[in-house]
């Protein structure tokens, strides 16, 4: 069975920073493309950043020289560091897997940025 868990997030000031982890079970890690999706109320999910097994990594534009995406096979842990965050940045942060032909998604953690 696979599992993908979230954790830390929650509210946070404009420019502050917080850090997302995402821990995996049930699939071979090492092998699998990790990435933070995002969604805001009325939005479209949108891909955030993802990292591969050679850890070569993507991020959207609007995130880019802010957030850190980064992988750890022994933990099967993918973390997301999240620097000067605004309040676009708000949103529910999904984690993604893709293991060979398979997606897996985790729950979710909620993200909000707000004085």
């Known amino acids: 069975q696979v599992q993908l868990v979230e954790s830390g997030g929650g509210l946070v000031q404009p420019g502050g920073s917080l850090r997302l982890s995402c821990e995996a079970s049930?699939?071979?890690?090492?092998?699998?493309?990790m990435g933070w999706y995002r969604q805001a109320p009325g939005k479209q999910r949108e891909l955030v950043a993802d990292?591969?097994?050679?850890?070569?990594?993507y991020y959207a534009e609007s995130v880019k020289g802010r957030f850190t995406i980064s992988r750890d096979n022994p933990t099967k842990t993918v973390s997301l560091q999240m620097n000067n965050l605004k309040s676009e940045d708000t949103a529910i942060y999904y984690c993604?897997?893709?293991?060979?032909?398979?997606?897996?998604w985790g729950r979710g953690t909620q993200v909000t940025v707000s004085s």
């Open positions: 993604k897997a893709r293991a060979g032909i398979d997606t897996y």
């Open positions: 049930g699939i071979v890690f090492r092998f699998a493309v």
């Open positions: 990292i591969n097994s050679v850890s070569s990594t």
